[in-house]
């Protein structure tokens, strides 16, 4: 009987270790299962926060209508366009200043909009609302120029724009009324640095060289201060052969 009593004992001692063992586990498995818990519920927060992100970044700041969609139910959003193409008839104009024009452009300067979409000599109005703080280069065949970008807002028309059209902008940086003007090609310049124009005399066959005096300079056209008059005939790209005197003829 002693030895059953011995038994019995180390039987009990045994099942009190393995029921022990059986706590220690199950509580070891239910703080794993609340710390994925916790997991869980941080990254369903994570997910709510993206979700309410990408609902207010997907409302439009402006009114108007959706011309196109780049994005389908449950695909991917495309990297390099926009979800979303919305037009109105808020339209703007982005352009660039090369960097001789640049220091005689400011913000609020009227604009001149043409293009061969708006019909021939019919130009649109509009005004310049920014200019970029930053150059960039443009490189071309015939080198590279630092421009900088512009936003020009064009003003209610019944000539309707269309978006991605191609369009000339010629911002009025100064303006006078019954000005004379010239193209740029019609000068040389002498040894001192004077502008000069050559006058065809028609009666004579001659040209008379006039020493020129400009006012406002854009990058084509050039106004004449004086010693010129409205009906002059002028000499354009002038030969460095040309002088005082020198005879021509006038082609029609």
Do not use: W
């Amino acid at each position: 009987s002693k030895t059953r009593v011995e038994e019995a004992e180390t039987s009990l001692k045994n099942a009190d270790i393995n029921y022990q063992s059986t706590l220690k586990g199950q509580s070891m498995d239910y703080n794993i299962a609340k710390l994925n818990l916790s997991l869980l519920e941080a990254q369903i927060s994570n997910l709510e926060e993206k979700v309410r992100r990408i609902k207010e970044t997907c409302i439009s700041k402006i009114d108007g209508m959706v011309i196109n969609v780049n994005v389908t139910k449950s695909g991917y959003t495309p990297s390099m366009q926009p979800a979303f193409v919305i037009y109105n008839d808020k339209i703007q104009v982005r352009a660039t200043v090369g960097e001789y024009n640049l220091k005689d452009i400011k913000v609020g300067q009227k604009v001149k909009i043409s293009g061969d979409a708006l019909g021939e000599e019919v130009t649109v109005n509009g005004t310049l609302d920014s200019i970029s703080s930053i150059a960039q280069i443009n490189a071309s065949s015939g080198g590279s120029e630092a421009a900088v970008e512009v936003l020009v807002s064009v003003e209610p028309s019944s000539i309707k724009m269309k978006p991605g059209i191609n369009v000339d902008c010629n911002v009025l940086t100064q303006q006078k009324d019954n000005a004379l003007k010239v193209s740029l090609d019609a000068f040389t310049e002498d040894k001192d640095g004077n502008q000069l124009a050559y006058i065809v005399d028609s009666e004579m066959g001659i040209v008379h060289e006039v020493v020129a005096e400009f006012g406002i300079i854009s990058d084509q056209e050039v106004e004449l201060l004086k010693g010129f008059k409205k009906d002059d005939i002028i000499v354009k790209n002038p030969s460095q052969a040309l002088k005082e005197g020198s005879r021509v003829k006038v082609v029609e």
